[in-house]
């Protein structure tokens, strides 16, 4: 076994001698017998984002292959409401590459993501997560370069008030211990979600800190790294439950609402994107943002307004995308700029040599950072359906490849530096703005549906449901 997976924190990568992409039955079946697994559970998200579980009993080995190899049924028409219960039979089979060791179980558990399968043994077409691969697929086939993302999933912990080292109000920002409250709960909650083959990058304390009805707030982050978009998917999806899972254990609460309170930090699920050809990063061309890159962003600013419909899905997410708020509201993009729509974060253009100027005794020579270049759309929260909103930003930037007046869009849409400036109220008063409320969610869905709908990627029977159910709220 190479030292990679030797090393690796997943208990899984390390007993069976593989990545999880390579992750076969026969190698769960082992691992199960190897480690008396007693109980495997499938996971799989409804419409309303959240994971609902069956428990399987490992009674013997024949029923464990049966589970596995033919999944089960489940009623769709209770997990989604564009199905009808005269004709809800759907099966729930698992993806090996997502097993897990369960954090939580006593006793000794795995689990599996699953995917819905029609009566006829097809893909159900509209599954969020059928509908990010098929989106997934559509760009590579359409454009001949890969789509990978990462998010920033942002979260107050919610706690009793405390009376030594009192926080400081919307001063939270990468905050210590004893400051911090509850930096021993993020590390326990991404030991697990890295465990369960989360790709994370760090985590800390963010800006928001208050208190507020006899209780604590602390606002925290974990990002994650860049990943094949659909594990990107999955490793959020579980990183939600693992996180409301150990707050519960805590006896605390953890809450992904876009807008707590008036006045203070709201909480965003931030996306990140890079574009590959083949094994290498294409965001970076002679020392400047590629034109693959600025592709990628033009297809935002066109399809911005529609994405709300998968990113923004609650009223209180039109709280949060106020001006000054270190939120967007206007349809643009810049660097380093958090009140951009699309931030172009501190980009690693050209060669460094960083490390040896911190640390003199390390070695002069330069080194490459282009691969660390991403894109990051600012306007998602943690209301979003992860895989649709995932699936939306796919779409949108293949629509920006196609598009003829790409360089032209970007260009127009670009803002250098503080987006109210003064210098730049010209620009400001030309732009678009994000919708404010549900509806005008809606209504910037059922207006370029035509967008998400081309090549079957989102179903129109989707579109029309999720169309009426923000209009309803």
Not at 14 to 40: H, L, M, P, Q
Not at 109 to 130: R, V
Not at 344 to 356: C, D, H, K
Not at 445 to 470: K, T, W, Y
């Amino acid at each position: 076994m190479n030292k990679n997976l030797e090393y690796s924190i997943n208990p899984l990568i390390r007993s069976i001698g593989k990545n999880t992409c390579e992750f076969t039955e026969a190698d769960i079946i082992r691992y199960v017998i190897d480690n008396d697994i007693r109980i495997v559970n499938f996971r799989y998200p409804a419409a309303d984002g959240e994971l609902k579980t069956l428990n399987f009993p490992v009674t013997d080995l024949a029923y464990l292959e049966s589970i596995l190899t033919y999944g089960e049924r489940v009623d769709g028409s209770s997990l989604f409401p564009y199905i009808q219960a005269d004709s809800s039979d759907l099966y729930v089979v698992p993806r090996f590459r997502t097993a897990y060791l369960d954090p939580f179980a006593e006793i000794p558990t795995i689990g599996l993501l699953c995917s819905y399968f029609t009566k006829d043994g097809q893909p159900l077409e509209t599954s969020p997560q059928y509908i990010l691969h098929k989106a997934s697929k559509a760009f590579h086939d359409g454009t001949g370069y890969s789509f990978q993302a990462m998010g920033e999933l942002e979260f107050y912990v919610i706690g009793d008030p405390v009376t030594y080292y009192p926080i400081r109000d919307q001063k939270g920002y990468h905050e210590s211990t004893p400051f911090g409250k509850h930096e021993d709960f993020r590390c326990e909650a991404m030991k697990m979600i890295a465990e369960a083959g989360g790709r994370i990058k760090y985590g800390h304390c963010e800006v928001g800190d208050f208190e507020s009805g006899g209780r604590n707030y602390e606002q925290n982050e974990i990002e994650f790294l860049v990943d094949d978009v659909e594990s990107a998917a999955d490793q959020l999806l579980l990183a939600k439950w693992i996180l409301r899972t150990l707050s519960y254990k805590y006896g605390m609460e953890v809450s992904f609402s876009p807008k707590i309170v008036e006045g203070k930090a709201g909480s965003g699920l931030h996306f990140h994107a890079r574009i590959m050809d083949g094994e290498k990063p294409a965001m970076v061309s002679e020392g400047k943002l590629s034109v693959q890159a600025r592709k990628v962003i033009a297809g935002y600013m066109k399809c911005a307004a529609a994405l709300t419909a998968f990113g923004n899905r609650v009223p209180e997410s039109y709280f949060r995308l106020v001006p000054h708020q270190e939120a967007p509201t206007v349809i643009c993009w810049g660097d380093r700029n958090r009140s951009v729509l699309v931030r172009v974060p501190l980009g690693w253009y050209g060669e460094g040599n960083m490390v040896s100027k911190a640390n003199p005794l390390e070695s002069g020579e330069k080194y490459s950072m282009h691969d660390k270049q991403t894109v990051e759309l600012r306007s998602a929260d943690g209301s979003a359906d992860i895989y649709l909103m995932l699936a939306g930003l796919v779409t949108a930037a293949r629509i920006g490849f196609e598009s003829g007046d790409a360089e032209k869009i970007a260009e127009e849409t670009y803002v250098n530096g503080n987006i109210n400036a003064p210098e730049n109220a010209d620009k400001l008063a030309k732009l678009k703005r994000l919708p404010v409320s549900c509806r005008e969610s809606a209504d910037a869905l059922e207006e370029n549906r035509n967008l998400f709908e081309a090549g079957n990627i989102f179903p129109s029977s989707l579109i029309d449901s999720i169309i009426d159910e923000l209009r309803n709220k």
